[in-house]
Protein backbone atom coordinates (compact mmCIF):
# COMPACT_ATOMS: atom_id res chain seq x y z
CA UNK A 1 0.00 0.00 0.00
CA UNK A 2 1.61 3.61 -0.84
CA UNK A 3 1.61 6.25 1.33
CA UNK A 4 -1.60 8.21 1.69
CA UNK A 5 -0.52 11.94 0.89
CA UNK A 6 -1.83 14.55 3.41
CA UNK A 7 -2.08 18.20 1.87
CA UNK A 8 -2.25 21.18 3.92
CA UNK A 9 -5.06 23.57 2.33
CA UNK A 10 -4.00 26.87 2.90
CA UNK A 11 -5.85 28.57 0.21
CA UNK A 12 -6.16 32.21 1.24
CA UNK A 13 -6.20 31.40 5.36
CA UNK A 14 -3.14 34.04 5.02
CA UNK A 15 -6.04 36.65 4.46
CA UNK A 16 -3.36 38.52 2.04
CA UNK A 17 -0.39 38.39 4.17
CA UNK A 18 2.89 37.16 2.45
CA UNK A 19 4.54 36.51 5.53
CA UNK A 20 1.70 34.66 7.09
CA UNK A 21 1.57 32.25 4.14
CA UNK A 22 5.24 31.65 4.57
CA UNK A 23 4.89 30.81 8.22
CA UNK A 24 2.34 28.31 7.33
CA UNK A 25 4.78 26.47 5.00
CA UNK A 26 6.99 25.86 7.70
CA UNK A 27 4.18 25.17 10.01
CA UNK A 28 2.97 22.48 7.43
CA UNK A 29 6.17 20.80 7.18
CA UNK A 30 6.86 20.23 10.79
CA UNK A 31 3.32 19.17 10.95
CA UNK A 32 4.41 16.15 8.58
CA UNK A 33 2.24 17.52 5.59
CA UNK A 34 3.21 16.40 2.16
CA UNK A 35 2.11 18.95 0.58
CA UNK A 36 1.12 22.71 0.96
CA UNK A 37 -1.63 24.18 -1.71
CA UNK A 38 -2.80 27.65 -2.55
CA UNK A 39 -5.27 29.44 -4.34
CA UNK A 40 -4.41 31.75 -7.48
CA UNK A 41 -7.12 33.67 -8.04
CA UNK A 42 -7.24 36.31 -10.31
CA UNK A 43 -10.57 38.44 -9.08
CA UNK A 44 -11.99 39.72 -12.57
CA UNK A 45 -11.55 36.68 -14.48
CA UNK A 46 -13.20 34.51 -11.07
CA UNK A 47 -16.25 36.52 -10.20
CA UNK A 48 -18.62 39.23 -11.61
CA UNK A 49 -18.15 42.62 -9.62
CA UNK A 50 -21.95 42.49 -8.45
CA UNK A 51 -21.49 39.31 -6.96
CA UNK A 52 -22.92 39.65 -3.02
CA UNK A 53 -19.76 39.01 -0.14
CA UNK A 54 -20.22 35.46 1.25
CA UNK A 55 -18.11 36.90 4.10
CA UNK A 56 -19.76 38.69 6.60
CA UNK A 57 -17.26 42.45 7.23
CA UNK A 58 -16.93 45.98 5.36
CA UNK A 59 -16.54 44.67 1.47
CA UNK A 60 -20.50 44.29 -0.08
CA UNK A 61 -18.91 42.45 -3.30
CA UNK A 62 -16.72 39.42 -3.54
CA UNK A 63 -14.43 40.73 -5.77
CA UNK A 64 -13.39 43.90 -2.93
CA UNK A 65 -12.61 40.47 -0.68
CA UNK A 66 -10.37 39.14 -3.24
CA UNK A 67 -8.24 41.40 -4.10
CA UNK A 68 -7.64 42.10 -0.28
CA UNK A 69 -6.89 38.65 0.33
CA UNK A 70 -5.43 36.97 -3.20
CA UNK A 71 -1.33 36.62 -3.66
CA UNK A 72 -0.46 37.63 -6.64
CA UNK A 73 2.04 35.43 -9.30
CA UNK A 74 5.06 36.75 -7.77
CA UNK A 75 4.20 35.44 -4.60
CA UNK A 76 3.26 32.16 -5.51
CA UNK A 77 6.31 31.47 -7.25
CA UNK A 78 8.15 32.38 -4.36
CA UNK A 79 6.17 30.05 -2.01
CA UNK A 80 6.81 27.64 -4.64
CA UNK A 81 10.33 28.11 -3.92
CA UNK A 82 10.30 28.33 -0.46
CA UNK A 83 8.60 24.55 -0.65
CA UNK A 84 11.70 22.99 -2.39
CA UNK A 85 13.82 24.50 -0.27
CA UNK A 86 11.95 22.60 2.94
CA UNK A 87 11.35 19.31 0.58
CA UNK A 88 7.64 19.86 0.95
CA UNK A 89 5.23 19.43 -2.11
CA UNK A 90 3.44 22.76 -3.54
CA UNK A 91 -0.21 22.94 -5.14
CA UNK A 92 -2.52 25.79 -6.42
CA UNK A 93 -5.96 25.86 -7.24
CA UNK A 94 -6.49 27.56 -10.44
CA UNK A 95 -9.51 29.53 -11.71
CA UNK A 96 -8.64 30.19 -14.74
CA UNK A 97 -7.17 29.44 -18.11
CA UNK A 98 -3.97 31.86 -17.83
CA UNK A 99 -3.05 30.85 -14.54
CA UNK A 100 -2.58 26.96 -16.07
CA UNK A 101 -0.53 28.53 -18.34
CA UNK A 102 1.23 30.77 -15.88
CA UNK A 103 1.68 28.03 -12.78
CA UNK A 104 3.35 25.42 -15.02
CA UNK A 105 6.86 25.68 -13.95
CA UNK A 106 5.80 26.15 -10.23
CA UNK A 107 3.74 23.53 -9.01
CA UNK A 108 3.65 20.01 -8.28
CA UNK A 109 0.15 19.45 -9.05
CA UNK A 110 -3.20 21.75 -10.34
CA UNK A 111 -6.46 21.51 -8.05
CA UNK A 112 -9.79 22.04 -9.62
CA UNK A 113 -12.14 23.36 -6.90
CA UNK A 114 -15.99 21.71 -6.89
CA UNK A 115 -17.77 24.49 -8.13
CA UNK A 116 -15.35 24.17 -11.31
CA UNK A 117 -15.77 20.58 -11.98
CA UNK A 118 -17.83 21.21 -15.05
CA UNK A 119 -15.51 24.87 -16.24
CA UNK A 120 -14.60 22.73 -19.27
CA UNK A 121 -12.84 25.57 -20.86
CA UNK A 122 -9.71 25.25 -17.75
CA UNK A 123 -10.04 21.67 -17.87
CA UNK A 124 -9.75 21.22 -21.22
CA UNK A 125 -6.69 23.26 -20.84
CA UNK A 126 -5.63 21.12 -17.85
CA UNK A 127 -5.27 17.79 -19.85
CA UNK A 128 -2.83 19.55 -22.06
CA UNK A 129 -0.86 19.30 -18.48
CA UNK A 130 2.44 17.10 -17.29
CA UNK A 131 1.16 17.83 -14.35
CA UNK A 132 -1.04 15.97 -11.98
CA UNK A 133 -4.32 17.25 -11.69
CA UNK A 134 -6.79 16.94 -8.64
CA UNK A 135 -10.21 17.40 -8.65
CA UNK A 136 -13.02 18.10 -5.98
CA UNK A 137 -16.25 16.05 -6.29
CA UNK A 138 -18.25 18.29 -4.35
CA UNK A 139 -21.79 19.11 -5.44
CA UNK A 140 -21.71 17.05 -8.55
CA UNK A 141 -23.21 13.42 -9.51
CA UNK A 142 -21.57 10.48 -11.47
CA UNK A 143 -22.71 11.76 -14.90
CA UNK A 144 -20.56 14.86 -14.25
CA UNK A 145 -18.00 12.62 -12.77
CA UNK A 146 -17.66 10.41 -15.51
CA UNK A 147 -17.85 12.95 -18.54
CA UNK A 148 -14.51 13.32 -17.07
CA UNK A 149 -13.43 10.77 -18.83
CA UNK A 150 -14.26 12.35 -22.31
CA UNK A 151 -11.97 15.45 -21.34
CA UNK A 152 -9.00 13.61 -19.58
CA UNK A 153 -9.28 10.44 -21.88
CA UNK A 154 -6.24 8.20 -20.96
CA UNK A 155 -4.91 10.81 -18.40
CA UNK A 156 -5.15 9.74 -14.83
CA UNK A 157 -6.78 12.53 -12.60
CA UNK A 158 -7.34 12.17 -8.66
CA UNK A 159 -10.76 12.65 -7.61
CA UNK A 160 -11.53 13.95 -4.58
CA UNK A 161 -14.68 12.73 -2.53
CA UNK A 162 -15.87 16.45 -0.97
CA UNK A 163 -19.36 17.94 0.58
CA UNK A 164 -19.52 21.63 -0.40
CA UNK A 165 -21.03 22.16 2.91
CA UNK A 166 -19.12 25.00 5.53
CA UNK A 167 -18.84 23.00 8.15
CA UNK A 168 -20.44 19.67 6.93
CA UNK A 169 -22.01 18.32 9.47
CA UNK A 170 -20.82 14.73 10.30
CA UNK A 171 -24.17 12.79 9.27
CA UNK A 172 -24.07 14.53 5.68
CA UNK A 173 -20.51 13.59 5.31
CA UNK A 174 -21.23 10.87 3.36
CA UNK A 175 -17.75 8.77 3.25
CA UNK A 176 -18.97 5.71 1.67
CA UNK A 177 -18.33 7.86 -1.39
CA UNK A 178 -14.73 6.96 -1.43
CA UNK A 179 -15.10 4.25 -2.31
CA UNK A 180 -17.97 4.12 -4.32
CA UNK A 181 -16.18 6.60 -6.87
CA UNK A 182 -12.86 4.10 -6.02
CA UNK A 183 -15.21 1.10 -7.32
CA UNK A 184 -16.62 3.08 -9.94
CA UNK A 185 -13.81 4.93 -12.07
CA UNK A 186 -10.17 3.69 -12.58
CA UNK A 187 -8.47 6.90 -10.95
CA UNK A 188 -6.96 7.51 -7.26
CA UNK A 189 -9.68 8.87 -4.93
CA UNK A 190 -8.90 11.01 -2.31
CA UNK A 191 -11.10 13.31 0.28
CA UNK A 192 -11.21 16.86 0.99
CA UNK A 193 -12.74 17.87 3.97
CA UNK A 194 -15.30 20.40 5.27
CA UNK A 195 -15.89 19.41 8.55
CA UNK A 196 -15.35 20.95 11.79
CA UNK A 197 -12.20 18.12 13.07
CA UNK A 198 -10.04 16.05 11.62
CA UNK A 199 -11.86 12.73 12.26
CA UNK A 200 -13.53 12.18 8.88
CA UNK A 201 -10.03 12.34 7.27
CA UNK A 202 -8.67 9.47 9.53
CA UNK A 203 -11.77 7.34 8.80
CA UNK A 204 -11.38 8.40 4.83
CA UNK A 205 -8.15 6.48 4.70
CA UNK A 206 -9.43 3.31 6.19
CA UNK A 207 -12.28 3.13 2.99
CA UNK A 208 -9.28 3.73 -0.06
CA UNK A 209 -8.26 7.66 0.03
CA UNK A 210 -5.22 8.06 -1.06
CA UNK A 211 -5.05 11.69 -0.97
CA UNK A 212 -6.53 13.76 2.17
CA UNK A 213 -7.09 17.57 2.04
CA UNK A 214 -7.22 19.62 5.37
CA UNK A 215 -7.44 23.06 5.71
CA UNK A 216 -5.30 24.30 7.26
CA UNK A 217 -5.14 27.29 10.27
CA UNK A 218 -2.11 29.34 10.55
CA UNK A 219 -3.03 30.61 13.55
CA UNK A 220 -5.84 29.98 16.06
CA UNK A 221 -6.36 33.67 16.44
CA UNK A 222 -7.20 33.95 13.11
CA UNK A 223 -11.22 33.41 13.17
CA UNK A 224 -11.77 36.47 10.55
CA UNK A 225 -10.36 34.04 7.79
CA UNK A 226 -13.18 32.56 5.25
CA UNK A 227 -12.47 29.28 5.84
CA UNK A 228 -11.62 29.47 10.14
CA UNK A 229 -15.02 26.85 10.55
CA UNK A 230 -13.62 23.97 8.46
CA UNK A 231 -9.63 24.41 9.95
CA UNK A 232 -7.73 22.96 11.84
CA UNK A 233 -4.19 24.02 13.93
CA UNK A 234 -0.43 22.75 13.09
CA UNK A 235 -1.06 21.23 16.24
CA UNK A 236 -3.90 19.37 15.14
CA UNK A 237 -3.02 18.33 12.09
CA UNK A 238 0.25 16.96 13.22
CA UNK A 239 -1.87 14.83 15.73
CA UNK A 240 -4.43 13.93 12.56
CA UNK A 241 -0.90 12.92 10.25
CA UNK A 242 -0.02 10.44 13.43
CA UNK A 243 -3.66 9.30 13.59
CA UNK A 244 -3.74 8.26 9.33
CA UNK A 245 0.01 6.92 9.43
CA UNK A 246 -1.28 4.59 12.74
CA UNK A 247 -4.26 3.53 10.70
CA UNK A 248 -2.39 2.79 7.28
CA UNK A 249 0.18 0.65 9.11
CA UNK A 250 -2.88 -1.43 10.90
CA UNK A 251 -4.76 -1.36 7.51
CA UNK A 252 -1.61 -3.21 5.96
CA UNK A 253 -1.71 -5.05 2.56
CA UNK A 254 -4.86 -5.98 0.56
CA UNK A 255 -4.11 -9.79 1.43
CA UNK A 256 -4.68 -12.88 3.69
CA UNK A 257 -1.84 -14.88 4.58
CA UNK A 258 -0.69 -16.26 8.11
CA UNK A 259 1.54 -13.46 9.29
CA UNK A 260 5.42 -13.91 10.36
CA UNK A 261 4.55 -12.65 13.78
CA UNK A 262 1.64 -15.25 13.81
CA UNK A 263 3.41 -17.99 12.76
CA UNK A 264 4.66 -19.11 16.44
CA UNK A 265 2.05 -19.57 17.89
CA UNK A 266 -0.06 -21.23 15.73
CA UNK A 267 2.41 -24.04 16.48
CA UNK A 268 0.43 -23.65 19.69
CA UNK A 269 -2.84 -23.00 19.49
CA UNK A 270 -3.61 -25.21 16.20
CA UNK A 271 -4.95 -29.11 17.06
CA UNK A 272 -3.94 -32.20 15.65
CA UNK A 273 -4.97 -35.48 15.96
CA UNK A 274 -4.13 -37.83 19.60
CA UNK A 275 -5.34 -41.31 21.06
CA UNK A 276 -7.47 -41.79 23.42
CA UNK A 277 -7.19 -45.32 23.83
CA UNK A 278 -4.63 -48.33 23.05
CA UNK A 279 -4.75 -48.97 19.84
CA UNK A 280 -3.45 -52.10 17.68
CA UNK A 281 -1.67 -52.68 14.39
CA UNK A 282 -3.95 -52.86 11.93
CA UNK A 283 -7.26 -51.61 13.66
CA UNK A 284 -9.00 -48.76 12.12
CA UNK A 285 -8.20 -45.03 13.23
CA UNK A 286 -11.66 -43.61 13.52
CA UNK A 287 -13.51 -40.56 15.84
CA UNK A 288 -13.83 -43.50 18.53
CA UNK A 289 -10.35 -43.57 19.29
CA UNK A 290 -9.02 -40.41 18.46
CA UNK A 291 -8.99 -36.59 19.31
CA UNK A 292 -8.29 -33.22 18.42
CA UNK A 293 -5.64 -31.56 20.73
CA UNK A 294 -3.73 -28.94 21.39
CA UNK A 295 -0.66 -28.20 20.40
CA UNK A 296 0.10 -29.02 16.49
CA UNK A 297 2.27 -30.69 15.12
CA UNK A 298 3.70 -31.16 11.99
CA UNK A 299 4.60 -34.88 11.52
CA UNK A 300 0.99 -35.52 12.99
CA UNK A 301 -2.18 -36.79 10.48
CA UNK A 302 -3.74 -33.75 8.99
CA UNK A 303 -6.67 -32.73 10.61
CA UNK A 304 -8.72 -32.89 7.78
CA UNK A 305 -8.74 -36.59 7.86
CA UNK A 306 -11.02 -36.55 11.19
CA UNK A 307 -14.79 -35.72 10.18
CA UNK A 308 -14.02 -38.35 7.33
CA UNK A 309 -11.15 -41.13 8.55
CA UNK A 310 -12.19 -43.33 5.24
CA UNK A 311 -10.21 -46.59 5.73
CA UNK A 312 -7.15 -45.13 7.43
CA UNK A 313 -5.30 -48.30 9.45
CA UNK A 314 -2.97 -48.37 12.17
CA UNK A 315 0.45 -49.59 10.85
CA UNK A 316 2.03 -50.53 14.25
CA UNK A 317 0.78 -50.57 18.19
CA UNK A 318 0.05 -47.10 19.11
CA UNK A 319 0.11 -46.20 22.54
CA UNK A 320 -2.97 -44.08 24.54
CA UNK A 321 -2.63 -40.16 24.08
CA UNK A 322 -0.25 -40.49 21.56
CA UNK A 323 0.24 -38.18 18.43
CA UNK A 324 -1.18 -39.71 15.57
CA UNK A 325 2.00 -39.53 12.91
CA UNK A 326 1.33 -39.96 8.88
CA UNK A 327 4.14 -42.76 9.54
CA UNK A 328 1.98 -44.63 11.84
CA UNK A 329 -1.39 -44.72 9.83
CA UNK A 330 -1.69 -47.17 6.23
CA UNK A 331 -4.67 -46.89 3.87
CA UNK A 332 -6.60 -50.19 2.83
Known sequence: MNKIKVIAEIGNNHNGSFAKAKKAIYEAKEAGADYVKFQHINPEKFVH?????????NDKY?????????????????????SRKLKIGFGVSVFDIESVKELKKCTDFYKVASSDINFYPMLNELKKSKKKVIISAGMSNMEEILYLKKIFKEKKIILMHCVSSYPTPDKYLNLLSVKY????????I?????????LS????????ATYIEKHFLISKSDKNVGD????????????MIKRINIIQSMLGKYEKNCLEIEKKLKGTVRRSIYTTVNIKK???????????????????LSILNF???????????????????HSDVKKI
Open 49 to 57: SKLKSLVKG
Open 282 to 300: NEKIDTSNSICLRPFNKKG
Open 201 to 208: CELSSVLG
Open 62 to 82: QIQRLKKICLNLNQIKDLYKL
Open 190 to 198: GYSDHSAGS
Open 307 to 325: NNFKKLYAKKNIPKNALIK
Open 181 to 188: LKDKTNWE
Open 228 to 239: FSVSISATEFKK
